[in-house]
């Protein structure tokens, strides 16, 4: 009797190490699936923003050279409304950084859903963010800078695709 009580403790131990082996196998798949749910939901809340209309036509103002060539570029000249809208521009793409350095939303969705807009944009900019560095903060734009960085070593935008001289 002894044999049949330990041949049923062992079918309901391969039984059990069966539902584990399945429950975890089912739990990795909702945490998968809860990660992209959280990588849609930001890049849907920030495409909100950055795509809205006043958005668009500050980015298109700075990339057309409105406010002068890179090395010119003086917030401080901006009217009250452009100084908002550049600096919100700039947390929105230093926050996009922070986001993708810290595995909170993948690149590889950054890079589909935004093309070549914040190197574009890091460009039109950069000098005035590293002068920054020196007067007030050394952390200005480091993730921003970060994230252009990833633009330019991606394997999805060749060479020829920086070369481009349209940049709008």
């Known amino acids: ?16 190490a069966v539902v ?32 809205s209309p006043m ?6 103002r700075l990339l057309s050279g409105e406010f002068g060539p890179p090395e010119d ?10 100084f908002h809208s550049f600096w919100q521009l700039h947390d929105q793409l230093e926050m996009l950084g922070v986001l993708v350095d810290r595995r909170l939303l993948d690149f590889d969705l950054v ?4 093309h070549r807009s914040p190197p574009q944009v890091w460009a039109a900019i950069e000098p005035y963010i590293l002068t920054r560095r ?21 394997s999805a935008l060749q060479t020829r695709y920086w070369a481009r001289s349209t940049v709008l």
Request: hydrophobic share 45%; glycine share 4%.
């Open 1 to 16: 009797m002894g044999d049949l009580w330990a041949g049923v403790a062992a079918v309901s131990a391969a039984i059990s």
């Open 20 to 51: 584990v082996i399945v429950a975890s196998f089912f739990a990795y798949s909702q945490i998968r699936e809860a990660r992209s749910a959280r990588h849609v939901n930001l890049l849907l809340s920030f495409q909100e923003k950055y795509h």
């Open 55 to 60: 958005a668009r036509g500050f980015r298109y």
């Open 73 to 82: 570029f003086d917030p401080a000249r901006l009217s009250v409304d452009d």
């Open 111 to 114: 890079l589909a859903c935004f």
């Open 134 to 154: 020196t007067v007030a903060s050394p952390l200005e734009g480091q993730n921003f800078e970060k994230l252009v960085r990833r633009y330019h070593a991606s």
